[in-house]
């Protein structure tokens, strides 16, 4: 049965996106060494003088020395991450960390593979499939960390956490990255809320107020639409950025009670919040409430806020990372233009006792998965690379410094930019914060429901098509099970 599943979680994911070429890049060859040089005395005064820099080098203290930490080898390693940073300011952050690392121990290798977030999944399960699994890896949690787990690709650690030292993480951040009480994920991004930004200026130019309800909402877009301005900047290329609008309003309509009972198939994909969900976004679509081509349009290459850049658009719903990513384009621009606020109330939900404090978002923001292959070695280094130098105090001041709050206690009182403030406390009073749906569903219904987002935003099937869509995914995935 476990060959079969494994089968069917590759299948489905090649059937998607057929990428060759997703292995690392193998570390650089030796050069040839040179004919010696004519001054032989020289070369062996290098010679003598290398073991004693050596010994220097090995007795420099290092950030870790103190810690309860698995000693790491003496021996030449290299240790292949892949992760999603392509731009600041996760790159550098990242990066730095790994440089950090690598100077406390210059035996230990990292060859940092930086892949597009767009076709990541893919080309991480074409990897896996082809034999050339990175050995340290970015997931979200969820259905595909799950599968990962259980075809072999992800260690168990949780021996580990429990026995050596590690940040103090919330709860939710070490629950996102567990499968049935087993730790498998360090986390090292950030607490991730969606919230919808806004361009405060034309708000003010237009008479709008900030809406609290779906019908003010929807009372806010037709007169953006009557000025001429598209109200959502949604670049929905990669399907999940329009899934978000689609888990808001079934959130709103439902709370998690229709998600939770489609995700056992004891509900539907079909019930009402579904539909209603559904239907509201194509009357949107209709209204011309999204840009033209929306389902072609890609926010890896800027394109959605580029939109609400240019005052094409007056809103983004979108995670609480682009607070960073506005505010390193243009600062001054970001602070005088660019306002926040929680994704608007079902009122006719919430006279029947629905609750309207359901947020989207995750609280792991990212971990870590080791694919170590038995190699405990390669695993301790692993392990102290992701607990102690992409959770250290420069790590989470970067993270800080670029508007994300780390998923460890404490982090949420030294918020400052107001923008993150406001997303931030939304997160903190939610009921519950559910996790997007493409990372919380199997990998082979994920698939399926990224691509219902691009029917239902292009129109080209209705609320109960894509509802039986994902209704036969998901019945297959547990089958598998």
């Known amino acids: 049965m476990k060959k079969r599943a494994l089968a069917l979680f590759f299948a489905t994911v090649l059937s998607v996106s057929m990428l060759a070429g997703c292995g690392g890049s193998a570390p650089a060859a030796p050069a040839a060494p040179s004919e010696p040089a004519a001054e032989a005395p020289k070369e062996e005064a290098k010679q003598e003088e290398a073991p004693a820099a050596e010994a220097a080098e090995s007795s420099a203290p290092k ?7 698995p000693e790491l080898t003496k021996d030449e390693m290299t240790i292949l991450l892949w992760d999603i940073a392509t731009e600041e300011p996760g790159r550098p952050t990242q990066e730095a960390a790994v440089a950090r690392f690598m100077k406390d121990y210059p035996n230990i290798h990292v060859e940092q593979v930086h892949q597009q977030n767009d076709n990541y999944k893919q080309q991480l399960v074409v990897a896996m499939s082809s034999g050339q699994c990175p050995d340290m890896y970015v997931s979200w949690g969820g259905g595909p960390m799950a599968e990962y787990y259980k075809s072999g690709y992800a260690d168990d650690i949780t021996e580990m956490y429990n026995k050596y030292d590690h940040p103090d993480f919330i709860d939710a951040a070490i629950a996102q990255g567990s499968y049935k009480g087993k730790i498998l994920g360090i986390p090292f991004g950030s607490l991730s809320g969606c919230d919808v930004f806004y361009n405060k200026t034309i708000f003010k130019d237009n008479g709008l107020e900030v809406p609290t309800t779906l019908d003010e909402l929807e009372d806010v877009c037709a007169k953006l639409k009557a000025a001429g301005i598209t109200p959502f900047a949604l670049a929905n290329a990669p399907k999940w950025t329009g899934s978000m609008y689609y888990m808001y309003l079934v959130a709103r309509h439902s709370g998690n009670d229709e998600f939770d009972a489609a995700y056992t198939q004891e509900g539907s994909f079909g019930s009402e919040a579904f539909l ?3 239907d509201k976004i194509q009357d949107w ?3 011309g409430y999204f840009p033209d081509g929306v389902n072609s349009l890609s926010p890896d290459d800027g394109q959605d806020k580029a939109l609400l850049y ?5 809103m983004m719903l979108h995670g609480s990372w682009m607070a960073g990513s506005m505010s390193s384009d243009n600062a001054d621009w970001y602070n005088e233009n660019i306002g926040v606020f929680r994704w608007p109330e079902d009122t006719e939900a919430k006279a029947k006792g629905v609750p309207q404090d359901v947020e989207i978002g995750t609280a792991i923001g990212n971990c870590f998965n080791f694919n170590s292959k038995g190699d405990q070695a390669k695993l301790d280094a692993m392990y102290v690379l992701a607990t102690q130098y992409y959770n250290d105090d420069t790590y989470n001041q970067m993270q800080m410094d670029s508007f994300q709050t780390p998923s460890i ?12 403030k406001v997303i931030t406390d939304v997160f903190f009073k939610a009921s519950n914060v559910q996790l997007w749906y493409d990372q919380y569903l199997p990998a082979s219904v994920t698939e399926v429901h990224k691509n219902s987002m691009s029917a239902l935003f292009g129109l080209e099937k209705d609320g109960a098509q894509i509802g039986a869509d994902q209704d036969e995914a998901m019945k297959a995935a547990l089958a598998e099970e």
């Open 63 to 69: 950030q870790t020395d103190g810690k309860n930490l």
């Open 310 to 314: 240019d005052g094409t658009c007056a």
């Open 276 to 278: 209603f969900a559904s």
């Open 285 to 287: 679509v209709k209204k």
């Open 409 to 420: 206690k404490g982090f949420e009182e030294k918020v400052t930019d107001p923008n993150m």
